[in-house]
């Protein structure tokens, strides 16, 4: 599995509070970010139906470290 970086900006208010929600959940920005894409996809392909592609966002897989 191919993993890229996406940089994005952020209002740090905005940051502050997802960040917040992260650290209450026992989780890092990143992976917190990660679950929100994930069950955002999931809920696009329940309406939308599938997406072509081998990921599938109700399995939480993290990415691996080089």
């Given amino acids: 599995?191919?993993?890229?970086s996406v940089s994005i900006r952020?209002?740090?208010e905005m940051l502050d509070k997802?960040?917040?929600i992260a650290d209450y959940e026992g989780r890092s920005v990143n992976s917190?970010?990660?679950?929100l894409i994930r069950e955002n996809i999931k809920a696009?392909?329940?309406a939308n139906g599938?997406?072509?592609g081998d990921i599938h966002p109700d399995i939480n897989v993290?990415?691996?470290?080089?």
């Fill in 44 to 46: 696009f392909e329940e």
């Fill in 1 to 4: 599995m191919a993993v890229k």
């Fill in 50 to 52: 599938k997406i072509e």
């Fill in 32 to 35: 917190h970010v990660l679950v």
């Fill in 10 to 12: 952020i209002e740090k």
């Fill in 18 to 20: 997802i960040a917040y």
């Fill in 62 to 66: 993290k990415p691996t470290r080089r």
